[in-house]
């Protein structure tokens, strides 16, 4: 025990030696880390580098420099809230600012961290800045006793200071005999509140502490705070293994030196991105990226062979889909967004999502991320995590195939709404059965007759066209794609209509043709029209004023009307009332 004691306490005198007046304060802490077994032979990274200065403190700036301007110009409030995510710098701001304003040798703002007070708040033995888990002292019983210690006047700095961490833990009673306390404390204490749920103090606590949110430490900041400690370590570490720990640290500092720390025990003086995976199980970029392209391209059989390898590979699959919901934000916003540039990626792979933005297109990329929006709370509480993410990644293959119940029933009131009634005006003579109807005579333009082997590229190309129709209108493209394309004649494209008018209807009017014709010249290259022939014997052309019988029949053979009874599980309610005509029969 003597030869381990003795250099500590020989450093110690030698720190008395250049610092005569702080001698026995420093042999003090020594000692006393002795004592209670502090004095380490390794001690953690996050421990290490914990700020000793408000300098030190990464990416808070706005909380340390108006921590600094307020005690160079003595205007320290008798209580403060910090709230913000864990890891940030809290509880180390709370510390340094505890020694500035009982540091009697350094700068305004600025503690000397050589003094007896700054030693002892550093190593958490100082009698007049005591430290309290809100957690763990929560009752009305510690709140009394804290308010009984306060009258005393600090024993040898400046403030009595009390830090009180994850505040938003305390009772309600507790709060409550807080509060006087807040509103006139007296002159020589000071109250530092660190929290992660700001949200959960009370108001009346609130309006009696200046309050600073701290920020998530932005990536950049985070990687250059870990290169300098690997450096200063001895480390070598390259760029993607540094952006993957920040990456994965969420803005945290303390997670990340921590992980910086694991990584490091595991890989020694080098640290590469590879291993960087290996270790944290994070997953990389590539496999997002081929899970997009996979979603976009409907190939079912690579999402399950993407799933089945994380799996086997013990990934984090609710990671994984966390993962690819921020993937397909990424895609849309580079859709939406021209300038848009995708952060923690290479060149290369910054190029890729650009290209599967584009081949996908804005529509199809919201209803990706819509859905994945939706389902997310499923796949978060499930047990069966695989389960869910496979049926969600085939439902996202097949996602042209479906359409909303709420867009079809908006889509049929707004259709019943603009189906053409009767005209008063003189009619031609009827359109009896396979008679053509031709939906361009409103569109005021006669296109010229093109040769026959035009007509072959439009059947060739017909799927494609269908599939580009469903990106602008999806309810126009599953309006045609229902009808039956029996062809090209000239410049027509003539489809075969059930004998429902419905498609009829909504084909046949004036603006859907010249909509037709629009996207077929922006897709063929050339303008056409659309001819529709039906199938049964009822004609297209002037109506007939159908008879209340058959208006009550085709009301309730309507979709909109068998949407809702199908949706709600209803029926038809028949009332039976005698009319005059009955009467006189």
């Keep these: 025990m003597a030869t381990r004691t003795a250099p500590l306490v020989i450093a110690a005198w030698a720190q008395g030696r250049e610092n005569p007046q702080n001698a026995a304060g420093g042999l003090f802490i020594k000692l006393s880390q002795l004592i209670y077994g502090c004095a380490m032979a390794y001690e953690v990274i996050a421990r290490k580098w914990r700020p000793q200065v408000f300098q030190d403190v990464v990416g808070q700036e706005h909380v340390t420099q108006t921590l600094i301007n307020a005690i160079k110009n003595e205007r320290i409030a008798h209580a403060y809230l910090f709230g913000g995510p864990r890891g940030v710098g809290k509880t180390s701001v709370a510390r340094i600012f505890a020694k500035a304003i009982n540091c009697p040798e350094g700068e305004p703002g600025t503690p000397c961290n050589h003094c007896r007070s700054c030693l002892e708040i550093t190593d958490g033995s100082s009698t007049d800045v005591q430290e309290i888990d809100g957690a763990s002292n929560r009752g009305i019983d510690e709140i009394r006793e804290l308010r009984e210690n306060i009258k005393y006047l600090p024993s040898s700095g400046k403030y009595r200071v009390y830090i009180i961490d994850e505040v938003h833990m305390l009772t309600l009673p507790a709060f409550n005999a807080l509060l006087k306390t807040l509103e006139e404390p007296p002159p020589h204490v000071k109250f530092l509140f660190a ?23 932005p990536l950049d900041q985070l990687a250059g705070q870990l290169k300098h400690i690997a450096k200063q370590e001895g480390v070598t570490i390259g760029d993607s293994a540094v952006s993957l720990i920040a990456r994965a640290s969420e803005g945290s500092m303390r997670d990340a030196q921590s992980l910086l720390d694991q990584v490091i025990s595991f890989t020694g003086k080098t640290v590469s991105g590879e291993l960087v995976h290996k270790i944290l199980g994070i997953i990389d970029r590539e496999t997002l990226l081929s899970a997009t392209k996979a979603v976009i391209e409907g190939n079912v059989a690579k999402c399950i062979e993407i799933i089945e390898e994380l799996y086997n590979h013990g990934y984090d699959l609710k990671d994984f889909y966390r993962l690819l919901m921020h993937q397909f934000r990424m895609l849309l916003f580079c859709t939406l967004l021209p300038d848009f540039k995708p952060i923690e990626m290479t060149e290369a792979d910054a190029a890729e999502l650009r290209k599967q933005a584009g081949s996908a297109g804005e529509t199809k990329l919201q209803m990706y991320l819509d859905f994945l929006i939706h389902r997310e709370e499923n796949m978060r509480q499930s047990s069966y995590p695989r389960l869910i993410l496979e049926a969600t990644l085939i439902k996202l293959c097949r996602v042209e195939d479906f359409l909303s119940l709420s ?114 010249q922006e897709f063929f290259g050339r303008r056409l029209r659309v001819e529709l022939t039906r199938n049964a014997s009822e004609p297209l052309g002037e109506p007939v004023k159908p008879s209340p019988a058959s208006r009550k029949g085709d009301l309730e053979s309507s979709p909109l009307v068998q949407g809702v009874l199908s949706m709600f599980d209803g029926e038809i309610l028949r009332e039976h009332k005698d009319t005059k005509e009955e009467k006189k029969i």
């Design 407 to 520: 867009d079809i029933l908006k889509h049929l009131i707004r259709l019943e709404k603009n189906i053409p009634g009767p005209s008063f005006a003189p009619q031609p003579k009827k359109i009896m059965e396979d008679q053509p109807i031709s939906a361009s005579s409103s569109t005021g333009y006669s296109s010229p007759q093109k040769g026959e082997a035009a007509g072959k590229d439009v059947e060739k190309n017909w799927d494609d066209f269908i599939k580009f129709l469903s990106r602008k209108d999806r309810f126009l493209s599953t309006m045609i794609n229902g009808a039956v394309f029996k062809g090209i004649k000239g410049e027509a494209i003539c489809l075969e209509v059930g004998s429902n008018s419905f498609a009829a209807g909504y084909l046949g009017s004036s603006d859907k043709a010249e909509q037709i014709s629009r996207l077929a």
């Design 195 to 217: 929290t992660t749920e700001s949200n959960k103090v009370p108001i009346t606590i609130l309006s009696r502490c200046q309050r600073f949110d701290f920020k998530r430490i």
